[in-house]
């Protein structure tokens, strides 16, 4: 079946240090990407998106470019704030129902 | 336009009680999907409502757990007899029926079974 992996964490950063966390997916098919992100005690929220192969999905200083060659879909940063200590989810979507399959996180720590 | 919204947050139940997760769309919403956050995990697809109708119950448990979305109200996530297994965050999400790829979450609900 369908599936994400996510590099593990945590991933521990200074301030202004490039970010990249890893992410690939096994698919039938042509999925959606996406990146999720949660702050502690809080729901996700949709970091970014790419619907077809070579999309690049960007927001807030991060990106990500949907690889069909390489099934990847990495997200990066050039310069983590402290603000952006999170868990960082990498999903795809499904079929006709739409559901989402999640990798199983990442959590980043940025130290000032 | 106010976001997703579930309560409770937090819900505390003994072992073989009920609980009940509710569930508001997004206004304009027609979709909505539940997840499951075990500790340390990712989430997990459970269910897929549209108004009135399941579309995808792929994902969830055979017993003990069911689903609805009425025509008026929100959606409402029922487990019966919870054990402590069922401790975890469930979410719920939206989306509008123009794009449902799009998925917005909301804050969660906290269940602790003791």
């Known amino acids: 079946g369908n599936s994400v992996t996510q590099m593990e964490g945590p991933v521990t950063l200074s301030e202004e240090a490039f970010l990249t966390i890893n992410c690939t997916y096994t698919?039938?098919?042509?999925?959606?990407l996406f990146w999720y992100v949660q702050y502690p005690g809080e729901g996700l929220q949709l970091l970014l998106k790419a619907t077809k192969a070579d999309d690049k999905g960007s927001n807030k200083g991060f990106e990500a470019t949907y690889r069909k060659e390489t099934t990847s879909f990495h997200l990066e940063k050039g310069s983590v704030q402290v603000s952006d200590s999170a868990v960082y989810f990498c999903?795809?979507?499904?079929?006709?129902?739409?559901?989402?399959?999640f990798g199983s996180g990442t959590r980043l720590l940025v130290r000032p | 336009n106010a976001g997703v919204m579930q309560n409770p947050r937090h819900l505390v139940r003994r072992r073989g009680q009920e609980a009940r997760l509710r569930c508001s769309p997004m206004?304009?919403?027609?979709?909505v999907y539940w997840y499951r956050q075990l500790p340390e995990e990712g989430l997990k697809f459970m269910v897929y409502?549209?108004?009135?109708?399941?579309?995808?119950e792929s994902g969830m448990p055979k017993e003990r757990f069911s689903a609805e979305f009425p025509k008026e109200g929100p959606s409402i996530l029922r487990i019966q007899q919870v054990v402590r297994g069922d401790s975890a965050a469930y979410f719920c999400a939206s989306s509008p029926p123009e794009n449902p790829y799009e998925q917005y979450f909301g804050p969660g609900t906290r269940l602790t079974v003791t």
């Open positions: 999903a795809l979507s499904e079929g006709s129902s739409y559901k989402l399959i």
């Open positions: 206004k304009g919403h027609s979709h």
């Open positions: 409502l549209q108004k009135e109708n399941i579309i995808d």
């Open positions: 698919a039938t098919g042509y999925p959606s």
